[in-house]
């Protein structure tokens, strides 16, 4: 079985610069391991062709000699070749219509096909993932977008001076910035009106402790929720620092029943008995950075209706931005009623009329709902993931697919993760039989 594996280039947008697998990785690999590459070239990405090529990887526009391909997003379905192993970031265990075509094209091409996403150890937890990157990027976005908002307003903010992720050179530079707003914090203190300002964070995950990891290079001081009602009464705060609120599930829903307590493995398991909380503390919030796991079956943690009072009542209610690293459109923040982009990052939620303007005028709150957070810090990002990558693709290359049980000789996490092999779903993945099965969306969404 050959082993040489191919990179190419990432065409989904123009703001997808990450590579799944860098140049001095690709060195270590070659030199430890045996293993070739291939790269495409590529205009955009974070590393230069030139820098392939100073490691001795050559950088040719075919993958045609390579049985192996690692892309970051989606691969377009007239680039799909016979044959090939992929692994990339599908979006298809969901059942994705969008992605149903490729999924498709690539059983009729006789692939197989591992996702990311489903790289996981025994207990589930994934060993490949770019949520502390999400975090870290949504949360100079975050603040960002309160500065511009509150200017928006006629208030000028220590936040006033920050950029959006993607202008800076990299996170570093991100975070020299943040730390002047934190010094002018301390020497000149906060407008008044925002204080105490207050920052909820929904989960405790990657994503989450990217955006602390932010946040805390403010002058920082954490309230927990068991102590949020008291720090509020007391008014024991100051204008000289901001305050991290971090909600678990036990804070953001509650049993519908007096008789249930509640059970994190009864709320995964019922969430229909389950109703919202975090509502009641977010009169209190500045901002909100959404970064936990949710799907239909569970309580809205922001809702329409809630902002709705919240904006009816006079005065200017204190929450001024959502940043929704989540991004599920009307999903946990049901104010979501799309996603963003690097160009268009922000809209402001009118509840009144339930509508979304661009930009940061207007009554409602802010929403920052970049659904490819990530790419605005490219090199970070790429860094972090091919240091976790390379250690599986010794295994991938040298994987022999052609008997019965192909891929049996894999490691147990790569196994774990393969959707198709040889065109064939594995039987962990034969339920995607059913969405094949309904009628697709065209083939030109894919482009």
């Not at 008789?259 to 493995?265: G, H, N, P, Q, T």
């Amino acid at each position: 079985m050959s082993n040489v594996i191919g990179v190419r280039r990432e065409d989904k947008n123009r703001w997808e610069r990450r590579v799944p697998l860098i140049p001095s990785h690709m060195r270590d690999l070659r030199q430890e391991q045996g293993l070739s590459f291939i790269v495409q070239p590529s205009a955009i990405r974070i590393f230069r062709d030139e820098d392939y090529r100073m490691e001795g990887v050559p950088v040719e526009e075919s993958l045609s000699p390579c049985s192996v391909v690692l892309a970051v997003k989606e691969i377009p379905i007239p680039l799909l070749e016979e044959g090939k192993t992929y692994l990339f970031f599908s979006h298809t265990i969901k059942g994705q219509a969008h992605n149903m075509p490729m999924l498709r094209r690539l059983m009729e091409l006789g692939c197989t096909l591992l996702d990311y996403e489903k790289i996981t150890d025994e207990q589930n937890r994934r060993l490949l993932f770019f949520g502390r990157q999400a975090g870290q990027a949504g949360m100079v976005d975050t603040l960002w977008a309160l500065g511009r908002k509150l200017e928006a307003e006629g208030t000028s903010s220590p936040f006033s001076g920050l950029l959006q992720t993607y202008h800076y050179t990299s996170l570093v530079e991100a975070k020299e910035e943040i730390a002047e707003a934190a010094h002018a914090i301390r020497t000149d203190g906060l407008p008044e009106a925002l204080v105490p300002f207050i920052c909820g964070f929904t989960g405790y995950g990657h994503v989450s402790q990217g955006a602390q990891e932010i946040f805390d290079l403010l002058p920082m001081e954490e309230v927990p929720p068991e102590r949020f009602g008291s720090f509020l009464r007391q008014k024991n705060y100051s204008a000289h620092r901001v305050y991290k609120t971090v909600f678990r599930e036990e804070h953001l829903v509650r049993p519908r029943s007096p008789r249930r307590l509640f059970a994190l493995k009864d709320y995964y398991e019922s969430p229909a008995a389950y109703e919202p909380l975090l509502e009641a503390y977010l009169p209190h919030l500045t901002l909100l950075l959404n970064g936990i796991y949710w799907a239909p079956a569970y309580p809205r943690f922001l809702s329409k209706g809630f902002l709705k009072e919240l904006f009816a009542a006079p005065g200017q209610p204190r929450l001024r931005v959502v940043g929704d690293i989540s991004c599920d459109v009307e999903g946990g923040v049901e104010a979501t009623l799309r996603s963003t982009d690097p160009a268009d990052p922000v809209f402001v939620y009118d509840p009144v009329t339930d509508t979304a303007r661009s930009g940061f005028e207007g009554r409602g709150p802010a929403i920052m709902a970049v659904d490819n957070l990530p790419a605005e810090i490219p090199l970070e990002s790429s860094v972090f993931f091919s240091q976790a990558l390379k250690a599986f693709l010794p295994a991938l290359a040298k994987a022999d697919f052609s008997r019965d049980e192909g891929g049996a000789d894999l490691p147990a996490p790569l196994r774990r993760a393969m959707i198709l092999c040889r065109g064939r779903l594995t039987p962990t993945f034969a339920y995607l039989r059913e969405f094949l099965d309904r009628e697709s969306l065209p083939e030109d969404h894919h482009a």
